[in-house]
Each structure stands twice: as structure tokens, then as C-alpha cells.
């Protein structure tokens, strides 16, 4: 397998559905499942008209704009500023007040070339090219008040996350082993050492009530085959000794890379090969399920290219033919298997307020149905999945209208209830967030 590979590679619905998912997630860490939760019900869209960037409350209002001549990816807001990068190849962070109308773009980190950067909690955290990990105040005017938490980062596997009290990350144990490391957020403490090998990125991370897991490539430096490779390891979520769950029967690199998380669950495309273009060709696979505990079962007689949890064991999935299903599951096994009345998609989301699973949405290549609890589908009238953002937080999607001027509309996840937000031209949403 080549370098860019080693990365998460899936057909390119399901990578956009996965940078979907990240859009408005304003933190850098995973969140526990907590049944008390409260759901955050108002947010935040960030939209961009006449390369102009604006703003306005996910339940409608006037409008504000934050920047004329807006360029700029990755955006997270921490309330009082809003973050991001002039491209995806920048390394220098910039930053922009939300609430001084006349308050100028500024760089952040001083001369520290940023390769990743997150918020969590009220914090910044950033990573430099030279494997230092920083935190500062997100909300906090000075910005040169920056703190190295952690070195020996790993930057050829950038990514991270913040869990509870720690942040997890990939390092070079010794300046050259990669391993996969956690700390004190704060820096304070000593390196705990989890296990050989890296997380490609934190789409392989997962969490629940009592613990964190992780699917770690245990030989990152085999860049040329596939291998059995992928083992999966948990702790408890506060900290503590890593567990290897299936250490004497690692997981093929193929099989795991195209798969996912869904609820506690790991799916797995047995059998995975790559196809005339390089990508992965769905067809020759099966689709398994992984439990926490490392065990296996079928879920589908195809490959399965994206799943989607739906809460009490259920789950919606798209096999290679673009088929969609739901299956239940009980024992360790499928007990249930309903094929909806849908054959071309590509992709599957679950949409979340707050801690609870709300609606189920499943994408085509012209269009986008909602998931009805009989199991019927409701066709998203101007949704499509190349024009719409959402947020974990706030159980709606937002699109870009093409049947009304290219406005700016928000629509409940019933697929019925659609409000207006804008009355002009939008160009994109770059940032859903409750802040």
C-alpha cells in the first residue's frame, strides 16, 4: 500500500460524509455518551456570499457579517474567535474576533508551523512541525500565551483527540519508534506509553459510558502490502492500563481501513482487495461486525461501504451494490435483516442532538431521504449531498437551496419542516457550531 493510503481511504461519499461530520464539532476531543446530557438547541451557521462570510442563528434572524473577502478551511469557533487556515497546506493558524466588527485577521503561535489544531473545552491545542503539542485559552486576548504539553510528537500521523482529563496522540518513543501516547491535558505528569504503532487518525478512536477504544496500526512502516495489522486496544475513559483485545488475531490493514465505528461496534470488510483505480473494490468483500470484546460475525454477504447506528441495536447500512438495509442485532449475531426501497446509495448518517440519536439520512448522487421509524423513506426536497453541513449538536441539516436562488435554508430531520435563513445567494457552509 502507498504512504497516502495508511491514511482513512473510502469512496468519496463516505470520506465527504465523514468530513460532514466534523463540520461545527466545536472540540477537539471525543465526548462520552451522557444520559443527563443536555442538547444544545441554537447554534450558528457560518455561510459564504459573494466571498463574504456571515453568520446567522441556526433558528433565524438578521444576519452579521464576520469577514469580507473571506478565504479560509477548517474552521472552529470558540465563541469569541473564530479559527482556521488559509488552505488545507497552511501551516499558519489564523484567527478572527466574533464579537470587534473592526478586528483584524491575526496568526497564532507566533512562528510555529501549525500542522493541526483543535478545540476542547475552552482551549486551544495545536501541533507544530516539529512534534511539540501547545495549549492555550481559546477566548483569551493574547494569544502568545501558549503552553508545550507534550514533544516527540509523531508528525507524520498528526492527529489527536482530548478524552476526559488526557490527550492521545501518536509519538516517537526514543525519537524514532511510533507509538501510540497519552497525557495530562495540561501537560502535567509523565507520557503514558499504549501500545506500538500509530492511529491513523481519530476516526479510528471510540468511546463509550466506561472506556476508550483504539485501532491502532501496529506496523505503520509497511507501506507496500496489506498486512494483519490492526489491533484493537481500550482503557478505562478517565485513564489506565491499555487492554489488547484481539493481539493474536490482528485485523487485516484493507478490511479495517475501509470500515468504521457504529455504536460499539467495528465494521469490517473481509476480504477487501483495491480495484482498477486504486480505490477499494466493495465487491469482493463481506461486511463484518467487531463487538468491543473482539469478536466477529457477519452482517452482509457484499461489502458494506458505510453504516450508521440507530440506536437499540439496530443499524442502517449501504452494501457495494448501493443497496440499503437495516439489521438488528442480538447475541452477538444479525437476528433481523430489512431491505429498504432505495438502490443507489452511497452513504448513510445518523444525526444527533446532543446525546440522543435522532433521524437517519441516507444520501444518493442526487439527492437525500430520511429514514421514517416504519422504514419508509422521506425524500429531502433540495437536499443534496454535495450542498448541505450539520452538527452533532443540533439534530437539522443545512443546505443550499438550488430549486430557491442558491438561498440558505435549515431543515428538521423529519425531512418536512423547513425554515428560510437567507435571502441571498450562498456560495458554501463551512461551519455549523453551537457557538
Known amino acids: 500500500m502507498e504512504r ?10 463516505a470520506l465527504l460524509i465523514i468530513a460532514l461530520a466534523m463540520i461545527g464539532t ?6 462520552p455518551k451522557v444520559a443527563s446530557a443536555a442538547a444544545s438547541l441554537e447554534g450558528y451557521v457560518y455561510y459564504v456570499t459573494d466571498s463574504d462570510l456571515y453568520r446567522v442563528r441556526t433558528g433565524g434572524g438578521a444576519a452579521q457579517k464576520i469577514s469580507e473577502d473571506f478565504t479560509g478551511t477548517g474552521l472552529e469557533s470558540s465563541g469569541n474567535y473564530l479559527y482556521f487556515t488559509y488552505d488545507e497546506n497552511s501551516t499558519d493558524l489564523q484567527r478572527l474576533s466574533l464579537t470587534d466588527p473592526e478586528a483584524l485577521i491575526t496568526s497564532v503561535g507566533g512562528d510555529n508551523k501549525i500542522i493541526n489544531y483543535k478545540l476542547d473545552g475552552g482551549f486551544l491545542y495545536f501541533m507544530d512541525d516539529q512534534g511539540g503539542i501547545y495549549r492555550s485559552l481559546a477566548n483569551v486576548e493574547n494569544d502568545d500565551e501558549a503552553t508545550l504539553i507534550a514533544d516527540s510528537a509523531n508528525t507524520e500521523y498528526p492527529d489527536f483527540t482530548i478524552v476526559g482529563g488526557r490527550i492521545y496522540y ?3 518513543k526514543e525519537g524514532s519508534t511510533s507509538w501510540v501516547a497519552s497525557k495530562a ?31 491502532v496500526n501496529t506496523q505503520p512502516e509497511e507501506t507496500q502490502y496489506s498486512r494483519n495489522c490492526m489491533v484493537l486496544y481500550t482503557l478505562p475513559l478517565n485513564g489506565g492500563s491499555p487492554k489488547a483485545i484481539n493481539a493474536k488475531a ?30 477499494y473494490d466493495y465487491s469482493k468483500a463481506k461486511g463484518f461486525l467487531m463487538d468491543k470484546n473482539g469478536k466477529t460475525f457477519q452482517l452482509s454477504q457484499t461489502g458494506v461501504k458505510d453504516i450508521a447506528d440507530l440506536g437499540g441495536n439496530k443499524f442502517a447500512y449501504v452494501d457495494s451494490k448501493n443497496k440499503t438495509y437495516v439489521s438488528t442485532i442480538a447475541n452477538g449475531k444479525v437476528t433481523t435483516t430489512k431491505a429498504l426501497p432505495l438502490s443507489n446509495a452511497n452513504s448513510v448518517l445518523t444525526l444527533k442532538n446532543g446525546d440522543k440519536i435522532g433521524s437517519t ?3 444518493t448522487n442526487t439527492g437525500a431521504y430520511v429514514l421514517n421509524a ?21 439534530a437539522s441539516i443545512y443546505y443550499i437551496n438550488a430549486g430557491d436562488n442558491e438561498h440558505l435554508y435549515r431543515m428538521n430531520a423529519d425531512g418536512k419542516s423547513t425554515l428560510k435563513l437567507s435571502n441571498v445567494p450562498t456560495e458554501s457552509i463551512p461551519l455549523v457550531s453551537s457557538h
Not at 188 to 194: A, D, K, T
Not at 206 to 214: F, G, M, R, S
Not at 254 to 279: E, H, P, Q, T
Open 26 to 31: 466545536t472540540g477537539g476531543g471525543l465526548k
Open 4 to 13: 497516502s493510503r495508511l491514511y482513512l481511504k473510502r469512496t468519496f461519499f
Open 374 to 394: 416504519n422504514l419508509t423513506l422521506t425524500k429531502m426536497i433540495g437536499v443534496t449531498w454535495d450542498n448541505v453541513a450539520f452538527t452533532d449538536n443540533i
Open 185 to 215: 491535558k495540561d501537560g502535567s505528569g509523565v507520557v503514558q506509553w499504549i501500545a506500538k504503532g500509530v492511529i491513523p487518525n481519530t476516526n479510528y478512536a471510540h468511546i463509550n459510558t466506561t472506556n476508550l477504544y483504539l485501532l
Open 361 to 363: 439520512v441516507f444520501f
Open 250 to 279: 490482528p485485523l487485516d490493514l484493507n478490511a479495517a481501513y475501509s470500515g468504521m465505528w457504529a455504536s460499539d461496534y467495528y465494521l469490517i470488510n473481509k476480504g477487501m482487495v483495491l480495484g482498477a483505480n486504486d480505490d
Open 170 to 172: 501518536n509519538a516517537l
